[in-house]
C-alpha cells in the first residue's frame, strides 16, 4: 500500500532534549516536505527536499533540521525544542519537484514540548 | 507568508445543499490544488487545476480558477454529512523555488 509513515503520532518532551520524528515513503516520490499546523494558520512549510542530499528552508525553518540522506527517508530533527515548537506536524511527499502533482500525507505527529 | 486564504473560515450547511469555498493567492501560480483533512488527521489530495485551466470536475466537487483575480473557488455539489471536514487550497508559487504553500482553511459543517 502507497504510504507516508510518520513516527511517532504523540510525543511530549521537556523542552531542550533533542527529538527527532521520522517520515518513511515507500512510492519513489522525489519531493519530501514538512509542515506544522497551528490553529488558525493552516499548514505552515518548514522545509523540503527535491531529492537525496538536497534540501531547502521553507516558510518557518528556525529550530528544526531535516536530512535527505535516502530517497524514502526525510526525518525532522528539534536540536533543542521549545514550547512554541507545540503543534501538529505533517510529512508530505509527492512525485515529482516542482508541483503538478498530488501530495501525499502521513497521519500526523503531535508533539507537546514543555 | 501565507499565499492561500480562504473564506469563509468556517461554513455551516444542511445536507443536501451546496458548499463553495474560495481560495485567494498573492502572487502566479503554476498549479492550484485543494486537500481535505478530517479533524486532526493528514490531508488528503482532491484535485489539481492548473494555471492553463480556467475549471475542472471530480464528482460532486468543481474547481474554478481564475488567474487575473488570483483565486480559485471549490463547489461541493449535493453535499452530505460525510462531507463534514476543513478543505484547504495550496499553491506552488511561480517563483523559481519549490515552496508549496497552504491557505487557513475552511471548515465545511454538513447538518444530517
Not at chain 1, 9 to 29: A, D, E, F, P, W
Not at chain 2, 11 to 26: F, P, R, V
Not at chain 2, 83 to 108: E, N, Q, V
Amino acid at each position: 500500500e502507497a504510504q507516508v509513515t510518520q513516527n511517532p503520532r504523540y510525543l511530549i518532551t521537556v523542552t531542550g532534549k533533542k527529538l527527532t520524528v521520522t517520515c518513511s515513503q515507500n512510492m519513489n516520490h522525489e519531493y519530501m516536505s514538512w509542515y506544522r499546523q497551528d490553529p488558525g494558520l493552516g499548514l505552515r512549510q518548514i522545509y523540503y527536499s527535491m531529492n537525496v542530499e538536497v534540501t531547502d528552508k521553507g516558510d518557518v525553518p528556525e529550530g528544526y533540521k531535516v536530512s535527505r540522506k535516502e530517497k524514502r527517508n526525510f526525518p525532522l530533527i528539534l536540536e533543542s525544542p521549545s514550547p512554541n515548537q507545540t503543534s501538529l506536524y505533517f510529512c508530505a511527499s509527492s512525485l515529482r519537484v516542482g508541483g503538478g502533482t498530488e501530495a501525499f500525507f502521513g497521519q500526523g505527529t503531535r508533539l507537546t514540548v514543555v | 507568508s501565507q499565499q492561500g486564504e480562504e473564506d469563509p473560515q468556517a461554513l455551516s450547511i444542511q445536507e443536501g445543499e451546496n458548499a463553495t469555498m474560495n481560495c485567494s493567492y498573492k502572487t502566479s501560480i503554476n498549479n492550484l490544488q485543494w486537500y481535505r483533512q478530517n479533524s486532526g488527521r493528514g490531508l488528503v489530495h482532491l484535485i489539481l487545476i492548473r494555471s492553463n485551466e480556467r475549471e475542472k470536475h471530480s464528482g460532486r466537487l468543481r474547481v474554478t480558477l481564475d488567474t487575473s483575480k488570483k483565486s480559485s473557488s471549490l463547489l461541493i455539489t449535493a453535499s452530505r454529512a460525510a462531507d463534514t471536514a476543513s478543505y484547504f487550497c495550496a499553491t506552488d508559487p511561480d517563483t523559481g523555488g519549490f515552496k508549496t504553500i497552504f491557505g487557513a482553511g475552511t471548515r465545511l459543517f454538513v447538518k444530517a
